[in-house]
């Protein structure tokens, strides 16, 4: 083994980062035999230097993150800083001085991963981020490396710990969004500020890091169509338990039937109770592949927190420190494909429509009439009436055409067949013209059959 020590630097020291120095320092003999070289750890960059961190030496702390990515004798630096700038600035400052990058910084990769790979290439270092794409799971390597001769059709995946876990305390215990969002704060897994988890931007963020490396193609966050989970209903929920689904937030990154094109998506939708998604409680994370020779696989596990966040950044340490040994670099960016990203118009799902319609005859096939106008296939319907007073009545089932106690209000609920986006969007615009239709009370996609 070379005694020479691989000198690492890390930028930020937060959870992850607290957590990558004690496992560099406490797992320091099994690292540097996995390496073949031991690992030091030779300045850690942090915005508040006089803040107690259990275990990490306070001789190594320093405010100039700049001078400590310019040294030259840093073989890799490990970003957990997160943002954009000076994050970026700080990388691409690290790869001209010859460093190679190890970033759990799914912002930035979403947003210029392009760029930064071609900077990593430039100067002959590599640039890591499988912690930037659900934690500890490893996701990013099996895709780039382990699937490199396959084909991935479609990516389905719970990548937001917040968000599944707000989902399932709604579905398990019926409680409404507020509440469930109050349970998920109070535990400590929703932030203070939940808008990048409950409207989705940490999950379109990851969904474009994974859609451009399954499609060899480049993706960027501004390409993933992002609904948030604000408008989740317990009623939503319950009615998917109805039809034998689960509502989660989905991470939908597809190839279109002809191969060529992609798309990506970050919205709730409802999938069977029989999909291996459905079993993914709390705030797991989990992600099904399907590739063309492989089949179906499925990444599990934790997506967030110090520990698993830190596994997965140690892993792309030791193959940075590796490469650095034998003078090369792993694999980089692959996006030869460049296969166009559709808009969410041309994406062909099946639909969970809530209609709040007048309860007279006539309304039932007024309704399905403005479905066949768009083209859009009517898979089930089933019409709940309702009193005037507002409450539940019992539910009755009934085929397309059927009517039920005139001068009341019923909700109404059509399931369709497979259609386009854009085709649903124009019936769910007409529907609401209908002056029998009171109001759209929710509108969801079913996934995943
Ligand atoms: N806030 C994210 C989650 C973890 O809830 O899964 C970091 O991406």
Redesign the pocket.
Known sequence: MRTRPLKVALLGCGVVGSEVTRILTTQADDLAARIGAPVELAGIAVRRPHRVREGVPAELLTTDATALVKRGDIDVVVEVIGGIEPVRTLITTAFEHGASVVSAN?ALLAADGANLHARAVENGVDLYYEAAVA?AIPLIRPLRESLAGDKVNRVLGI???????ILDKMDSTGAGYSEALDEATALG???ADPT??VEGF?AAA?AAILAGIAFHTRVTIDDVHREGLTEVTAGDIASARKMGCIVKMLAICERSADGRSVTARVHPAMIPLSHPLASVRE?Y?AVFVEAEAAGRLMFYGR??GGAPTASAVLGDLVAACRNKLAATTGAGESAYAQLPVSPMGDVVTRYHISLDVADKPGVLAQVATVFAEHGVSIDTVRQQSRNQGGGDEGAVEQGAGGGRREGGEASLVVVTHRAQDAALSATVSSLRKLDTVRGVASIMRVEGE
């Open positions: 799914k934690g990548v937001n710990g917040t968000t599944n876990f897994y929703a932030e990048a988890d940490d990851k705030a994370n997506g967030a």
